[in-house]
């Protein structure tokens, strides 16, 4: 199995952090009003993002959590320590099955914010300008 100090654990989580500031400077920028784009094409991604969570939220990480109790290892000690093993590995972990997928649950609530909030800034600059634009005197 592996551990904390496993290479590809490492990488992954590096990745998982990577891509979480990555979404939040998108965030930021996106509140600022420099990341904003076409309303058709945000809400359509927006849309995908929110799908997305709702198969992470209403199934894997329901299907996960139900991994935290699971059977047919024995009654030796080797059998129940494994069994215990499996079980932390599935939810109580810090890198657990459960813990992995809200940390992907986190990262699609933050892309899809981040869509809906850039739209709106697009909506409203638009908005201010025809104001703008309706107020000249022609």
Known sequence: ????????????ASSMEGALAQ???YKQKAESGEFRMDAQI??????????????????LLVTAKQL???????TLPSAEALQ???ENKAVNDSDSAVNQLKKHIDLVTLMRDTYALSIRKL???D?????????MDV
């Open 68 to 74: 935290g109790r699971i059977g047919g290892f024995g």
């Open 42 to 59: 945000g809400d359509a991604l927006r849309g995908r993002a929110q799908t997305m969570l709702d198969g992470l939220e209403g199934v």
């Open 1 to 12: 199995m592996a551990d904390g100090n496993d290479p590809a654990v490492t990488q992954n």
């Open 23 to 25: 979404w939040q400077q």
């Open 123 to 125: 909506s409203d600059t």
């Open 127 to 135: 908005q201010a300008n025809a104001g703008q634009f309706n107020n």
């Open 84 to 86: 215990a093993k499996f």
